[in-house]
């Protein structure tokens, strides 16, 4: 942590140009594509990828600052100000959580993370599969907008799709470097950090304001699952861009 308050005093213009574009990216993110719930009067995103792009590229600090604000931002602007103080802690702490983690790996060899990374990968695809199966099957009712989509999503499709996410990760920590599985870990400690901060939130301010008292609970599904695609889609990328430009 020393050496990272360091580097960003040494490099103060860098440090600001990657905290204004982290920012923005983690807001636009956030506002690109969302859900409202009516029952938590929150909404699903997909905010968490850049959250954890910020954070697993730039360090805990910069990671901090782009999830805090960026997602607090995004609350602001599309009218969940209620949800906008909590998000500024929660989320910078979330991404804090994981630049910090994922900084400050452990050197557990080449066959310490392939089991890691297998067990990883078999304990996301079981939350994927009860989430999505026990959630969000059958016939859900989704508010885009002004737009109301009532689609019906079978539980199978839960269970193939929690069945790919395993393999894919399992694969990745068997094919791709020892960090890959350490990644994934930071992600759903610092994921875990988030459903738990919003949890307690909701219990005790937004739930018993609105008059709802099965609000935090209704949200807790909501934000694993914002975790998961988070990472399903943050790994990845992170493994591409890090290849493509040689970035250890």
């Known amino acids: 942590m020393e050496r990272q308050l360091k580097l960003m005093n040494k490099d103060a213009p860098r440090v600001i140009s990657s905290l204004g574009v982290t920012t923005a990216l983690v807001c636009a993110t956030t506002m690109l594509f969302n859900v409202y719930v009516p029952a938590t009067k929150g909404?699903?995103?997909?905010?968490?990828?850049?959250?954890?792009?910020?954070?697993?590229?730039?360090?805990?600090?910069i990671g901090a600052f782009a999830g805090g604000v960026?997602?607090?931002?995004?609350?602001?602007?599309?009218?969940?100000?209620?949800?906008a103080p909590a998000t500024l802690i929660i989320k910078a702490s979330e991404g804090f959580i994981v630049g910090l983690l994922y900084r400050y790996n452990l050197k557990l060899g080449r066959k310490g993370w392939k089991i890691t990374t297998s067990l990883l990968g078999v304990l996301v695809g079981a939350i994927l599969a009860f989430v999505g199966s026990n959630y969000?099957?059958?016939?859900?009712?989704?508010?885009?907008g002004y737009t109301i989509l009532t689609p019906h999503i079978p539980q199978i499709f839960w269970l193939a799709l929690s069945g790919v996410v395993t393999i894919l990760i399992i694969l990745a920590g068997l094919l791709m470097e020892p960090e890959v599985g350490w990644m994934v870990l930071s992600i759903i400690i610092g994921g875990l950090t988030m459903v738990l901060g919003y949890f307690l939130y909701q219990a005790y301010l937004i739930g018993p304001l609105f008059g709802i008292e099965a609000i935090a609970?209704?949200?807790?599904?909501?934000?694993?699952?914002?975790?998961?695609?988070?990472?399903?889609?943050?790994?990845?990328?992170?493994?591409?861009?890090?290849?493509?430009?040689?970035?250890?």
């Open 217 to 248: 609970i209704a949200e807790v599904p909501i934000n694993i699952g914002q975790m998961i695609i988070g990472l399903i889609i943050s790994v990845p990328v992170a493994r591409v861009i890090k290849s493509f430009f040689h970035v250890r």
């Open 136 to 144: 969000y099957s059958g016939d859900i009712e989704l508010a885009l």
């Open 70 to 83: 960026g997602s607090m931002l995004a609350d602001l602007l599309l009218g969940y100000y209620y949800y």
């Open 43 to 61: 909404f699903f995103n997909m905010g968490e990828t850049m959250v954890y792009l910020s954070a697993i590229f730039f360090g805990p600090f």
